[in-house]
Every structure is written in structure tokens, then in C-alpha cells.
């Protein structure tokens, strides 16, 4: 059974950069197309940066040229690197684990909360 498992959320003031960490356990994650997911309050929850695994990357329009998704697999763990953050940054971050060929899949991790200072 995979397990995911987020950290380093924070608080951190706009412009400011901090990295997230989602722990895979239960399976590889080399096997898996891998997302970073948010939701702030109030609004529904985002796709913000998907990594294949093969060494392809997409990202939110919101995102793009200040977030950074990336693996390890020998670390069995994907990366959310964020900088220049603003305040709309603020939410729950959370990640997913989703097989090639599932639309969707039920795998997420707890969550990390980002809160963005202005």
C-alpha cells in the first residue's frame, strides 16, 4: 500500500522560498506520475506541478517560472521547490501518486500548510 507523506510547509513572507517534501513509502515512485496539488481556503483544490518521471514537467500558469517539481528516486521522495512566493501561494499543499494508466487515483498524502506573508 503507498503511503505519501508531506513536509515542510511553513510561514514564510512574500518573496520568500521554501522546499516541500513528500516521502513515498509502500511502493517506488519511480513507477508513478507524481502531482503537487493545493487548496486554499475557500477554494477548490488545484493542480499546481506533475512530474512523469521521465523527465516531464508541467506546471500551473499561476506557478510557472517559480515552482520546481522533482524526484529522487533513490530517496523514494518528490520535491516542490517555490520561490518568489506571494500571497495567493497561501494553502494546503498536498501530493499524489497516480499509476500511467489511472485517469485519477485516491493516493494523497496528509497535506503541508504554506502560509505567505505580505
Known amino acids: 500500500q503507498v503511503q505519501l507523506v508531506e513536509s515542510g510547509g511553513g510561514l514564510v513572507q512574500t518573496g520568500g522560498s521554501l522546499r516541500l517534501s513528500c516521502a513515498v513509502s509502500?511502493?517506488?515512485?519511480?513507477?508513478?506520475?507524481m502531482g503537487w496539488y493545493r487548496q486554499a481556503p475557500g477554494k477548490q483544490r488545484e493542480l499546481v506541478a506533475v512530474s512523469t518521471g521521465r523527465d516531464t514537467r508541467s506546471y500551473s500558469d499561476s506557478v510557472k517560472g517559480r515552482f520546481t517539481i522533482s524526484r529522487d528516486n533513490a530517496k523514494n521522495a518528490v520535491y516542490l521547490q517555490m520561490k518568489s512566493l506571494k500571497a495567493e501561494d497561501t494553502a494546503v499543499y498536498s501530493c499524489n501518486a497516480r499509476l500511467p494508466w489511472q485517469s485519477t487515483s485516491a493516493i494523497w498524502g496528509q497535506g503541508t500548510l504554506v502560509t505567505v506573508s505580505s
Open positions: 509502500g511502493s517506488s515512485v519511480s513507477g508513478y506520475i
